[in-house]
Structures are given as structure tokens and as C-alpha cells.
């Protein structure tokens, strides 16, 4: 009598395996999709009070934690400005710039 080799797609083992995967890529999309909307909640609220944002600001909303996003959404109709909530635009100091042949 042959032995049948059962396909490794169908062994407990790889089912189980393939659902902790698929449930752990669901929760890491549902939390980027989540930073996602309320960084672009903020901009808009941010937008709408203040007008256009500058780069800098738009790349550091992008650049936070969900907590910190809360911190901000939850402050933003109490700031006189955009600086007192995200902080201080970044001075030529702070900018990092490529470095070249010297």
C-alpha cells in the first residue's frame, strides 16, 4: 500500500500557522488604517482653522503614533496656533541634508 502525502496546505499545522498570520496582517492594517484617518482628520481640522499647512507640518502629523494624533485632535480647537500644538517648525539646523564630496 502507498503512502499519500497529504498537501501541506491542508495540515492543521499550516492552517493554524496561516491564521495567526492573517489575523496579525488584519490587526497591523485596521491599526495603520486607523492612524491614517486621523492624521488626515487632524490636517483637515487643522486646514480649516489655520489654512494651508506647511510641509513640515504635514510630514510630522504623518510621522507620530495614533496616541499622539488623539493628543492633538483633542487639542486642536484650544491652540492660537498650529505651533503651539505640533510644535516648532524645524530650523535649518534641524534639517538633514545630504551630505557631499567636500
Known sequence: MLNQLTPLEETRA????FAKGE???ETTGEA???VKGKSESLQRLLHRRFGS?????TERIAGVPAEQLD?????????EN???LIGPAPSDADIERPSGPE
Open 23 to 25: 489575523a496579525k496582517g
Open 14 to 17: 499550516y492552517q493554524s500557522i
Open 53 to 57: 499647512l506647511p510641509n513640515w507640518a
Open 32 to 34: 495603520k488604517g486607523e
Open 71 to 79: 493628543t492633538w485632535l483633542d487639542a486642536v480647537l484650544d491652540v
Open 82 to 84: 498650529l505651533e503651539a
